[in-house]
């Protein structure tokens, strides 16, 4: 069952372009929402997280929103750059962390 | 600061072989420790979980298994390797299960 979707599945961006990952949850219960940034042949690497608290959370180029009510939260990756090419997976956690299916992004230069 | 360990970094192996993959974590004591399984372009699968020594809880059954003779150190076994179990295994740590994941960088094998 999956808990936890994510859309697109890939996307081209082009060099100094926004790049947006979408992620929607069903369980309510979620309380935690990381997003992980996995290179080729590499683990995922824990990149920027938020709590329902808050709607928006920003590191750098990278920003979360995140809208409870409607249950979904997506990254933006403002002037993306080439090396932001990677499989991108957002997750939601309570008692264990569920994975999005991940988005594979290509940045164009 | 804390840091996990995978090995090997690649694996090939022919059908019916024995596997044993070793995951080790080091600057934490009593971590939540799982393994995952990545199939090519694809999603993380959770496979095994464990809260404590000899503590492992299964996601899914399997032609795998899992151990934990030691508090940081976690390791993915299979008595006679398939065609199927081919893919990319990932070992991860958190502190506790409502906290984030930190993955190993992996062991792509191979099944031939």
């Known amino acids: 069952q999956q808990q936890v979707k994510q859309s697109p599945q890939s996307l081209i961006v082009q060099k100094g372009g926004i790049s947006i990952i979408n992620c929607a949850y069903e369980?309510?219960?979620?309380?935690?929402f990381p997003w992980y940034q996995q290179f080729p042949g590499k683990g995922p690497a824990l990149l920027i997280a938020?709590?329902?608290?808050?709607s928006e959370k920003k590191e750098g180029r990278f920003t979360i929103s995140f809208n409870k009510s409607a249950k979904q939260f997506s990254l933006h990756i403002m002037d993306s750059q080439p090396g932001d090419s990677a499989t991108y997976f957002c997750?939601?956690?309570?008692?264990?962390?569920?994975f999005g299916a991940g988005t594979r992004l290509t940045v164009k230069p | 600061s804390q840091t996990i360990h995978q090995w090997p970094a690649t694996l090939v192996q022919p059908v019916g072989s024995p596997l044993s993959l070793e995951c080790t974590v080091e600057?934490?004591?009593?971590?939540?420790l799982y393994w995952y399984r990545q199939a090519a372009g694809r999603g993380l699968q959770l496979l095994f979980y464990?809260?404590?020594?000899?503590?492992i809880s299964s996601e899914v059954p399997q032609n795998l298994s899992a151990s934990r003779p030691q508090d940081r150190q976690f390791i993915l076994s299979s008595k006679k390797l398939l065609l199927s179990d081919s893919g990319f295994y990932l070992c991860?740590?958190?502190?506790?299960?409502?906290?984030?994941?930190?993955f190993g960088d992996g062991t792509r094998l191979s099944i031939l």
């Open positions: 991860a740590w958190s502190k506790k299960s409502n906290q984030p994941q930190h």
């Open positions: 369980n309510t219960a979620f309380d935690y």
């Open positions: 938020i709590r329902p608290d808050v």
């Open positions: 997750a939601a956690v309570v008692d264990d962390m569920r």
């Open positions: 600057g934490t004591s009593n971590p939540n």
């Open positions: 464990s809260v404590g020594i000899g503590q």
